[in-house]
């Protein structure tokens, strides 16, 4: 059993010193890229220190300290956001492999490879569930602030500890998936409230937003096929939220989180962008929950095809839209 149980650590291992090669040698002509790699390089300036988080200054120096080299800069951010998805992975299901196999394909694509900095605010986000759980709120608000000094949009997960972590109520879930999809199709948006906050990070990504390319903008429609795919497996899950929850008492909290991300595509569909980069963070809790499908499916073996085959279609949807 011990022998066993080293193999499965050592193969573990491997796989994540893998990833992290991966995304700190990844294709220059990758999105972001060069926007990191003009940070490093560059001398400081006021705009710098008005874009980026606290986090990003300290880790360009620490890189600094160790060699002059771009890689180390991005190694650094490879190694935390592989190192603490995985333990976060570990904590949260007994279904490891699967959920790293949706992690690959659905997070690491577009975080690890081209969002690094909101790559280590998520796997912090995900950590933080375990806290939410347990309600314990300082050791929250402690990991809430770190992931916010990676990425300010980790703000999203404050309000995430006023969900309650032991019941559902399925029928409210239901409803508001479709009230949201009706808002949507109606092309009623919500991102006019946002230029009401009157955080200055926050206005700056707005307008940013506004900018992004034509590609972004079919990558976060409202009817795309990531949208429809996670709406049905959301609704699945859903359905069957009681029975799996004797197999992962998370479920209810990241079925919770899986609603926000689906919700946040229809409610801000006049700028499906903002929409997206809202989801996309809450989507993290996807990379749990998909792989309990298998306690649904009666074939084991099906159900393990299901979530593989659910895997290459994201990461292939992905790759088509950011690789190619």
């Known amino acids: 059993m011990k022998k066993k149980e ?7 291992f491997f796989i994540g ?5 991966i995304a700190t040698f990844r294709n220059p002509e990758l999105p972001d890229y060069y926007t990191y790699l003009s940070f490093k390089l560059a001398s400081l ?10 986090s990003m200054f300290f880790i360009r120096s620490f890189s600094d300290w160790i060699t002059s080299s771009h890689y180390m800069f991005f190694f650094i951010y490879a190694l935390l956001a592989v190192i603490i998805k995985l333990y976060a992975l570990n904590r949260l299901t007994n279904l490891f492999f699967l959920s790293l196999l949706c992690y690959v394909a659905m997070d690491f694509p577009i975080h690890e490879m081209i969002q690094m900095r909101a790559a280590v605010s998520m796997g912090i986000a995900l950590w933080a ?6 309600r314990q709120l300082g050791a929250y608000i402690a990991t809430t602030l770190l992931a916010v000094s990676f990425h300010y949009s980790a703000m999203l997960i404050f309000p995430l500890y006023f969900l309650n972590p032991y019941s559902i109520n399925k029928k409210l879930q239901i409803i508001l998936l479709a009230v949201s999809f009706l808002i949507g199709i109606a092309g009623i948006g919500c991102t006019y409230w946002i230029q009401f906050i009157s955080f200055d990070f926050v206005q700056k990504l707005f307008h940013a937003y506004q900018y992004q390319t034509l590609i972004e903008d079919e990558a976060f429609s409202v009817f795309s096929i990531t949208v429809v795919v996670l709406t049905v497996v959301q609704l699945f899950l859903l359905l069957h939220a009681d029975r799996l929850q004797m197999y992962n008492r998370y479920i209810y909290l990241l079925l919770k989180v899986q609603n926000l991300s689906i919700i946040s595509f229809f409610l801000f569909n006049d700028m499906p962008i903002v929409g997206g980069r809202i989801s996309e963070y809450y989507r993290i809790a996807f990379i749990v929950s998909v792989p309990l499908i298998i306690y649904i499916c009666n074939n084991r073996i099906v159900a393990r095809l299901i979530v593989v085959a659910l895997c290459c279609m994201f990461y292939f949807r992905f790759f088509t839209l950011y690789y190619l």
């Open 6 to 12: 080293n193999m499965l650590l050592c193969s573990i």
């Open 17 to 21: 010193f893998i990833l992290i090669l």
């Open 45 to 54: 300036s006021e705009e710098y220190y008005e874009r980026f988080e606290p």
């Open 129 to 134: 569930f375990i806290f939410i759980y347990k």
